[in-house]
């Protein structure tokens, strides 16, 4: 049985514009999303910006009740048994909110200690444990208002061990972060998949997914688009070539106009610093280079390259619902 | 023995935090400063200290009352603005065991405004400060707070679901001070006002105070406040859980 599943969950919001004509719509945030996660998986629930990625992963938690559907946790559910899920779960959310400013680090992860039932005698040496394991030890009486953004979000991920926690939900930890950071949080969350613990980690960062995670799901517009494990997910586009043209002030409307060229899988723009960049996949048998140079009506054409798809490649295909 | 280490911890770590900040404790300096000053001038017409007792009493309470009513909606509205809200919500105890510490820790603060009242009341105004029964004024103080406490964290539980429910704090600051009869004695006020001060813990709270300063039978009062405390608890318990679903569900815990 999986650790964790979700079935068929909908999540709608209720949202208004005006304020005399109060005009009411529906926002479906996530439309059906289904998967199970095995005990032990650190599995990737992938996807651009509003995709539903935090919607569904608050729904796991307790703090949102789905609109339909149901999602069970260690075989609890979680809108009949919120508390029963709640001791066994562990979360950690992105960005510098949600810690005590005017506490220290310690009195942060004190004080979270005791909400989580830690017994009393385990506290100290399990704050101490986890300060070590994040690289905050030398560092945890200071207030945490003082705290870098990656230092509040290893604090983040201390608090989310402090029960010890089977099950580990970690939504977009190293957003904001810089390189370095970054790595050295993915390398924490790796030792604790090592350790035994069954993960759902939130990214919109396709390379950490592809480095962390046994599974991944790809989630837009509400929607699971793909499931599998990295290597099933390239080779949904494996067999493709995929074209980038460095442009210098890219056209208006280019990117329908090369989405309608026939053979095109998908496109996408990347910014590159002066330039952009048009990224065009297509089947290996077509070659597009020149017909894709002639919508480009001229515009000032830097490097032209050809290439095998990557991972990368998938998920903007994926997302970009070609 | 579980539930009361939470309740203590939870307290003390409010309690930290709140003292801790710059901005808040100016307020709890001079708030309470101008009541007493305000007091003073209204009722030093008066030749008898004990008038004077009377009223500077009633302007601690009003401090402790201000400090419970408006920083209870302003704490609600703090852990929104922290992103600890969702924390505090997703942790496995009744969120009431949560709340309360940190309504308790606001009232707490009160104590503080009690005493700057009467310190001013004493060394700027020379108000003879003789308390009649010093342990039952004791008493009356921690029960006038413990229930200051329970009737913000009543406050509390809507401002989980409502954002905006700071400003009813706010809205029962002042009223309160009339109709709890902190300035004017209650029989002066019409006989329809009444009711509403007798379901009011602060009204029984400053009378148990004055009683015990001014020398009567602080008990019946006390008992009155402390058991009103209870029925907010009660009732905030009561509310808590119809009003976390419904935050769940409308998606309003993670709003700031």
């Given at each position: 049985?999986?650790?964790?599943e979700?079935?068929?969950?909908?999540?709608?919001?209720?949202?208004?514009?005006?304020t005399?004509r109060?005009?009411w719509m529906?926002?479906?945030?996530v439309?059906?999303?289904?998967?199970?996660?095995?005990?032990?998986?650190l599995?990737?629930?992938?996807g651009p910006?509003?995709?539903?990625k935090?919607?569904t992963?608050?729904?796991?938690?307790?703090?949102?009740?789905?609109?339909?559907?149901?999602?069970?946790?260690?075989?609890?559910d979680?809108v009949?048994d919120?508390?029963?899920?709640?001791?066994r779960i562990g979360y950690?959310?992105?960005?510098?909110?949600?810690?005590?400013?005017r506490l220290?680090?310690?009195?942060?992860l004190?004080?979270?200690?005791?909400?989580y039932?830690?017994?009393p005698?385990?506290i100290?040496?399990r704050?101490?444990?986890?300060?070590?394991l994040?690289?905050?030890?030398?560092?945890?009486?200071e207030?945490?208002?003082?705290?870098?953004r990656?230092?509040?979000?290893?604090?983040?991920?201390?608090?989310?061990?402090?029960h010890?926690?089977?099950?580990?939900?970690?939504?977009?930890?190293?957003?904001?972060?810089?390189?370095?950071?970054?790595?050295?949080?993915r390398?924490?969350?790796?030792s604790?998949?090592?350790?035994?613990?069954?993960?759902?980690?939130?990214?919109?960062?396709?390379?950490e997914?592809d480095?962390?995670?046994?599974?991944?799901a790809?989630i837009?517009?509400?929607?699971?688009v793909?499931?599998g494990?990295?290597?099933?997910l390239?080779?949904?586009?494996?067999?493709?070539t995929?074209?980038?043209?460095?442009?210098?002030?890219?056209p208006?409307?280019?990117?329908?106009?090369?989405?309608?060229l026939?053979?095109?899988?998908?496109?996408s723009?990347?910014?590159r610093?002066?330039?952009?960049?048009?990224?065009?996949?297509?089947?290996?048998?077509?070659?597009?280079?020149?017909?894709?140079l002639?919508?480009?009506?001229?515009a000032?054409?830097?490097r032209?390259?050809?290439?095998?798809?990557?991972?990368?490649?998938a998920?903007?295909a994926?997302?970009?619902?070609? | 023995?579980?539930?009361?280490?939470?309740?203590?911890?939870?307290?003390y770590?409010?309690f930290?935090?709140?003292?801790r900040s710059?901005?808040?404790?100016?307020?709890?300096?001079?708030?309470?400063?101008?009541?007493a000053?305000?007091a003073?001038?209204i009722f030093?017409?008066?030749?008898?200290?004990?008038?004077?007792?009377?009223?500077?009493?009633?302007?601690?309470v009003?401090?402790?009352?201000s400090?419970?009513?408006?920083t209870?909606?302003?704490?609600?509205?703090?852990?929104r603005?922290?992103?600890?809200?969702?924390?505090?919500?997703?942790?496995?105890?009744?969120?009431?065991?949560?709340?309360?510490p940190?309504?308790?820790?606001?009232?707490?603060?009160?104590?503080?405004?009690?005493?700057?009242t009467?310190?001013?009341g004493?060394?700027?105004?020379?108000?003879?400060?003789t308390v009649?029964h010093?342990l039952?004024?004791?008493?009356?103080i921690?029960?006038?707070?413990?229930?200051?406490?329970?009737?913000?964290?009543?406050?509390?539980?809507s401002?989980?679901?409502?954002r905006?429910?700071?400003?009813?704090g706010?809205l029962?600051?002042?009223?309160?001070w009339?109709?709890g009869?902190?300035?004017v004695?209650?029989?002066?006020?019409?006989?329809?006002?009444r009711?509403?001060?007798?379901?009011?813990?602060?009204?029984?709270?400053?009378?148990?105070?004055?009683?015990?300063?001014?020398?009567?039978?602080?008990?019946?009062?006390?008992?009155?406040?402390?058991?009103?405390?209870?029925?907010?608890i009660?009732?905030?318990?009561?509310?808590l859980e119809?009003?976390?679903s419904?935050?769940?569900?409308?998606?309003?815990?993670?709003?700031?």
């Amino acid at each position: 049985m999986p650790v964790v599943e979700a079935q068929d969950l909908h999540r709608t919001y209720r949202t208004s514009t005006g304020t005399l004509r109060r005009k009411w719509m529906d926002v479906e945030a996530v439309r059906g999303v289904t998967f199970g996660i095995e005990r032990g998986e650190l599995f990737g629930l992938l996807g651009p910006n509003g995709a539903g990625k935090t919607t569904t992963i608050k729904m796991l938690i307790t703090l949102l009740l789905p609109t339909s559907g149901t999602a069970r946790v260690l075989g609890y559910d979680v809108v009949d048994d919120p508390r029963e899920v709640r001791k066994r779960i562990g979360y950690v959310f992105g960005g510098e909110r949600g810690v005590y400013e005017r506490l220290s680090g310690y009195d942060n992860l004190r004080y979270f200690a005791e909400l989580y039932g830690v017994p009393p005698k385990e506290i100290r040496p399990r704050i101490e444990s986890l300060l070590e394991l994040v690289g905050l030890k030398g560092r945890e009486q200071e207030r945490t208002e003082g705290y870098s953004r990656g230092m509040k979000q290893r604090l983040h991920i201390a608090r989310g061990l402090l029960h010890d926690p089977p099950v580990v939900f970690l939504d977009e930890p190293t957003i904001g972060l810089d390189p370095i950071g970054a790595r050295e949080l993915r390398a924490t969350i790796a030792s604790l998949a090592d350790a035994g613990k069954t993960i759902l980690l939130t990214t919109h960062y396709m390379f950490e997914a592809d480095a962390l995670c046994d599974r991944i799901a790809v989630i837009t517009r509400g929607e699971i688009v793909a499931q599998g494990t990295p290597g099933d997910l390239k080779r949904t586009v494996g067999a493709g070539t995929v074209v980038e043209v460095e442009v210098f002030g890219m056209p208006e409307g280019i990117v329908e106009r090369v989405r309608d060229l026939e053979g095109v899988t998908s496109v996408s723009i990347e910014e590159r610093e002066q330039a952009q960049m048009l990224i065009v996949q297509t089947p290996t048998d077509v070659e597009l280079t020149h017909t894709i140079l002639g919508t480009l009506n001229g515009a000032n054409v830097g490097r032209i390259s050809r290439r095998e798809p990557t991972l990368e490649d998938a998920y903007v295909a994926l997302v970009s619902g070609e | 023995m579980k539930t009361l280490r939470l309740l203590a911890v939870g307290w003390y770590y409010q309690f930290k935090m709140i003292s801790r900040s710059p901005f808040e404790g100016i307020g709890q300096v001079i708030y309470p400063l101008f009541f007493a000053t305000v007091a003073f001038f209204i009722f030093r017409a008066s030749e008898s200290p004990r008038t004077l007792l009377y009223a500077s009493l009633g302007a601690a309470v009003m401090g402790m009352w201000s400090a419970t009513s408006t920083t209870a909606g302003n704490a609600m509205q703090r852990e929104r603005w922290h992103g600890t809200l969702e924390s505090l919500v997703a942790t496995p105890p009744h969120f009431g065991l949560v709340l309360l510490p940190i309504t308790l820790a606001m009232s707490t603060i009160g104590i503080y405004c009690l005493v700057a009242t009467l310190a001013l009341g004493r060394f700027v105004f020379g108000i003879d400060l003789t308390v009649e029964h010093p342990l039952l004024f004791a008493l009356a103080i921690v029960g006038s707070v413990a229930s200051f406490g329970s009737l913000g964290f009543l406050f509390a539980v809507s401002f989980v679901r409502f954002r905006a429910a700071w400003a009813l704090g706010n809205l029962f600051e002042y009223p309160v001070w009339l109709i709890g009869g902190f300035l004017v004695p209650l029989v002066l006020l019409p006989p329809w006002v009444r009711p509403i001060s007798w379901v009011l813990a602060p009204t029984w709270g400053m009378s148990a105070i004055r009683e015990a300063a001014l020398g009567g039978s602080p008990l019946p009062d006390l008992l009155l406040c402390l058991g009103l405390g209870g029925v907010y608890i009660g009732l905030g318990l009561a509310m808590l859980e119809r009003v976390l679903s419904a935050a769940r569900k409308r998606g309003a815990l993670s709003l700031s």
